[in-house]
């Protein structure tokens, strides 16, 4: 289908453990980002992809790993995953000749005990 | 530093009645905004959005003002229904060679009362 979906929608992890989480978009969009929603912070950016092989940090990037070998694929790493990290997470899309619009997935749900 | 806001949590209103969400910012270079809406274990939805040429965006029941003065600017439901519960972000690009990156609000709780 076309659009953008993460996955998995939901995770448990435990403190320590690497995790990835994975972002596809099938419209060949540009710019793709992740954020993470916490109560009380709204969403804050946490890395930002302005096409293939460029990735840059946003407002919250420690403990996290990107990378972007394909325009379609933004996968976001958390290499030693910590209780803070337990989080909604959402990546999104957005099309340079659509401005500042941005298309966001279904979000992962990720637990880490 | 918290460049947009919105300082009301939560908002209840009676259907069919005018819902009205706030936001603030604080940065002058700002010069486009975005509203969102968000359901329950779903992602953000882009809602409608305004440039700073304009003091009035509207799209059917939605309705966004700018005050750029007051570096203000509110999302009008009228009227509101049911399905509008939600949870509302206000948007904002930052300027400069980051404008792609947006920057939101923390967002604010809608429940419309049957």
């Known amino acids: 289908d076309a659009g953008i979906t993460q996955s998995p929608r939901y995770k448990i992890t435990e403190t320590g453990r690497q995790v990835t989480l994975m972002c596809h978009q099938t419209?060949?969009?540009?710019?793709m980002f992740w954020y993470r929603q916490d109560l009380g912070h709204g969403l804050r950016l946490i890395y930002y992809s302005a096409a293939a092989d460029i990735t840059d940090k946003g407002e919250v990037p420690d403990g996290y790993v990107v990378s972007r070998s394909k325009t379609e694929n933004f996968p976001l790493t958390l290499e030693s995953a910590t209780r803070s990290q337990t989080s909604v997470y959402f990546c999104a899309s957005s099309d340079i000749h659509r401005g500042n619009i941005q298309y966001f997935g279904a979000g992962t749900r990720l637990s880490v005990l | 530093d918290q460049q947009v806001k919105q300082n009301s949590p939560s908002l209840s209103v009676q259907e069919g009645r005018i819902s009205i969400l706030n936001c603030d910012y604080t940065?002058?270079?700002?010069?486009?905004f975005l509203w969102y809406k968000k359901y329950p274990a779903e992602g953000p939805t882009f809602l409608i959005s305004i440039s700073s040429i304009k003091d009035k965006n509207e799209d059917g029941r939605f309705t966004v003002f700018l005050n750029k003065s007051a570096k203000h600017l509110s999302l009008h439901i009228v009227p509101s229904q049911p399905g509008d519960s939600a949870v509302y972000f206000c948007?904002?690009?930052?300027?400069?060679?980051?404008?792609?990156?947006?920057?939101f609000g923390k967002g604010t709780k809608l429940s419309v009362i049957p």
């Open positions: 948007a904002a690009p930052r300027s400069g060679a980051g404008s792609y990156q947006l920057t």
């Open positions: 940065n002058s270079m700002f010069d486009y």
């Open positions: 419209w060949s969009h540009s710019y």
